[in-house]
Structure formats: C-alpha cells, structure tokens
C-alpha cells in the first residue's frame, strides 16, 4: 500500500527535488506552498507524514505543530530548516517533530528518515512528547556541518535521563554543552552542579563528591554535604573525569550502579536521584590499556559520547561565534563593533589552540582595547602575531625553563579572562614540566625504569606511580653506544 506524503516548502526548487524523489521511492506526495493548505490536508486526516519547512509565507511551522499533533498524534512530522541553529533542533523536538533535517540536506537521508517514521509510526505505545516552551536565548553558536549532528543528537537526549560523557579539547565548549543538556531537558527545574576533578586535590575527591560526616577525617569539624547531595533531582557535570583517581572511580562506579553512596566516614545508605554528565579532553580508551581508567567505569558513563569538533574543524562557525561574543561584549557595555570581512578570513585561517575559548578572549580583548569601530585584519594579525610570540618558543633562542613556565601561566590567566583559572593551578603546572621530563628520560634510558629512576632521583615505585599517573606510555629500546 502506498503511502501519502504530506510536503511543504515555499521554494519551488526543494518541492520538485523532493517530489521527484519521494515518488520515485513509490510514495504519493502531495506538496503545497504555504501552511494554510497543509493544515487543512492534515486536519481532514490526509497524508500519513508530514514533511515542511519551518518558515513559511503564511507563518511558522511550529506555531502549528501542537494543533496538529494533537488532532493528529500518531501523524509524523519531519522539519525542514535554513535556519541550522541549536534553538531550532531544539524547538523541533519540543512540538513533537519526528526528525529534524538542516538544509542543505542529503535525499538519501531524507528517504531514510522517511522510511523509519513510517516504520514507527506503526508501532503501537508511541506518544507524542510535550514540554515546556524553551527560552530564546542561544548556549550553543554554530551552523556548520560539525555542530548540525550534535545539535540533533542533543534534541533527542533532552527528554531523557541518559547518561552523557562530552569529549573534546580544552576550550571546544564542554560545560556549555553539559548546560544546555540540564537547562532544556527534563531536570531543568533542579540544580546543576559542576566539579572539576583536575582542580581538586587527589585525597579530597571523594570528599567533595560524595560529603563527609564530623570526624571523617583532620580537620573535619563539621557535617558537609558533597556534590551528589547538592545536584539532588537535577544535573551533576563531572569535567576532566579523566583525572578522577582510581578510589574515586570504584566509588562512582558504585553509586551508578546502586544508585545511592554513602559519605566519607559516613555508614548509612543516601538515594541518589541525580543524571550524571561526564567530559573529558584525555583518551579514555588509552587511559583503560594502561589501566589508568575502570573499563566498567567507561561503559557506565559512556552511554551516550558526544564529541566537540575544535574550532579549527568548524571554521565556517567564525563569523557567528565572532558576532556572538560582540554582541555580549556590547550587553556588558563596551561600544558597538564590527570586524571587517578580511580580519574574519584571517581568523579563519589561524588554527586556534584555545579553541572557542581562546576567539572569545581575542574578541573580547579587541573590543576593550582598541578605538576603532571596526576592527581590521592588522588589528587581529597584531593580536595573533602576540599570541604566538607568547606560547612559541623560537627555536634559536630557546627558553629556560623559568621562561616557559611564566610564559605557560601568563597565556592561562589571559585564556580565562576576565576570570581566574581553577583552583589547583600549582599542581597542574607542575604536571607540564614532569610529564614530559620522565617520557624523554625514559626514553633516553630505553624504556629502562631501573635506570631512569637513577637519572631522575626518584624512588622506583614513586617513578611507577607518576607513569601511571600521567599515562606516559613506555617504548622499550636499545640506545647506540649504550
């Protein structure tokens, strides 16, 4: 039996290309190009999917999606949109669409998602999702190809409680992402609560997770509740899990799997209600080889990955980024301000190592710092040429390490500005210098631990624990003339 197809588009062009390849894939479409027509199809109970653009002549589509889903439940609405923001992935989930496609789109996406709505629809128990209307504000800026799939993926995810684990570099948006999940999903009217595990002292983890009672501990003078406790019926993000130690590990592992936990020096039970987002910028899969990472931890949290490109993969994504953060910097009072389409090219061709956050911090900068209304390429080429005189050391005429240090430290504090790093900046800094100086002594020994630890001055075990600490992978060797 032949299936009706219900299409709505206002560009001639998109109607024909679609018509031609619906029929041609055996279904009857019968396309229109305003909403007025479409509404009166559907509500006489024609067509058995709708597909249509989202702005239209005659309105929005989404101003009559909820009449339709509700005269019409079981009826499956694919969007269309130009727009190709986060806010309409997530509009489109919020009136109950079935898919929503970016244009340009894929027909052969298109005719697969066709197929499975019908499939779906079919099925019996499928009830139309109702929610809130959501904000108008926009956490995530982007229209490229890259940050489309995420988009999707993270409509699909609001109305659930799935655990999350977001990868990505240091600066591609982590916590953003992790925000938009509470403040568009179900928990939205609970707490979310963030803990970075790389700014907590190693023994104070489970502390600061989980609380801990009068006495636990030195120093322990009172009751004190932890993270788990305080993002009760809402949201806990758990950034930089990778460095979250291994007693930890066991101890969140647990409580997933229980779903409750029990504080430091604590004995009694507590319920846990909470849904746990996780990110990392570390290799998980690499940290679970050298037995840095519980694989079971990994499964738990890793129920549904979402990475985020780096900037330098969503290029494309600048000129709105840019527009962004000026038009934030003009809400915080600075004066009105454009960048000139060459200043943009160039931004495009710079690689960006701070990612997202380092553009905000140039933006930013322009905008407090100079005059001109409309800032120009040598403007930004004077800034970038800054930056990378500031964290590349020149091969002939190297640095210290007292220099690379204050040079590391003064390109973290402007990375954060206007704000101060997290806590722990001591130990971190410390984790750059000794990461890379026991691999390149291991490596000069050989891979040979026994003799590096002499080079070094360390105990054998201690040298064993900073390995596993830092997953330095060991190369074993023979050295020339060794």
């Known amino acids: 039996m032949s299936h009706t197809i219900l299409l709505a588009d206002d560009d ?98 298109v005719l697969s998602v066709v197929a499975r709505a019908l499939a779906d629809a079919r099925k019996p128990g499928k009830d139309s999702k109702k929610a809130d209307e959501p904000g108008e504000t926009m956490p995530l800026v982007g229209r490229s190809a890259a940050m489309q799939d995420i988009y999707r993926a993270l409509a699909r995810l609001m109305q659930t409680d799935l655990t999350v684990t977001i990868t990505g570099e240091s600066g591609t948006g982590k916590e953003l992402v992790a925000r938009a999940l509470h403040d568009f999903g179900r928990r939205r009217n609970g707490p979310f609560v963030a803990i970075n595990m790389a700014a907590i002292p190693r023994d104070l983890i489970e502390a600061e997770l989980f609380g801990h009672e009068k006495g636990a501990f030195t120093g322990a003078t009172s ?174 005429d190297p640095m210290d390490v007292s220099s690379a240090v204050e040079t590391h430290v003064a390109q973290l504090l402007r990375e954060h500005e206007p704000k101060l790093p997290p806590a722990g900046l001591y130990q971190r800094v410390l984790d750059k210098v000794e990461a890379p100086l026991i691999a390149m002594v291991l490596n000069a020994c050989g891979g040979n631990q026994i003799k590096a630890s002499e080079l070094l001055g360390l105990n054998r075990n201690t040298l064993r624990k900073k390995i596993r600490a830092h997953s330095i992978e060991i190369v074993k060797h023979s050295r020339r003339g060794g």
Do not use: C
């Open 223 to 396: 009751r004190s509740s932890g993270r788990f406790e305080q993002a009760e019926g809402g949201t806990l993000f758990l950034d930089e899990i990778g460095d979250m130690p291994m007693d930890a590990q066991t101890r969140l592992l647990r409580v997933l799997q229980e779903g409750e936990y029990t504080m430091v020096g604590g004995r009694t039970p507590i319920k846990s209600n909470v849904r746990i987002v996780a990110a990392t910028h570390r290799d998980l899969g690499q940290m679970i080889r050298q037995g840095l990472f519980r694989e079971d931890l990994y499964y738990r949290l890793n129920v549904v990955p979402i990475r985020l490109p780096p900037l330098r993969e969503r290029t494309d994504d600048i000129t709105d980024l840019v527009n962004h953060f000026l038009r934030a910097a003009q809400r915080e009072g600075e004066p009105v301000k454009t960048i000139s389409p060459d200043a943009i090219k160039l931004m495009q061709a710079y690689a960006w190592p701070g990612n997202v956050r380092e553009l905000e911090n140039l933006v930013r900068r322009l905008s407090a710092l100079y005059a001109d209304e409309s800032i120009s390429r040598e403007i930004v080429q004077t800034e970038l040429n800054i930056a990378d005189r500031q964290s590349v050391p020149v091969a002939s």
């Open 12 to 109: 001639a062009a998109i109607r024909m290309v679609l018509n031609q390849a619906l029929s041609r894939a055996g279904y009857e479409v019968r396309p229109t190009g305003n909403l007025s027509t479409m509404w009166n199809w559907a509500s006489r109970g024609e067509g058995d999917l709708l597909i249509t653009d989202v702005m239209m002549p005659d309105g929005n589509a989404f101003e009559i999606m909820p009449k339709i889903k509700k005269l019409r439940p079981d009826l499956p609405i694919v969007v269309m949109s130009a727009q190709n923001t986060f806010m309409t992935a997530i509009r489109a989930n919020e009136v109950g669409a079935y898919e929503y496609l970016p244009k340009p789109f894929d027909i052969t996406e």
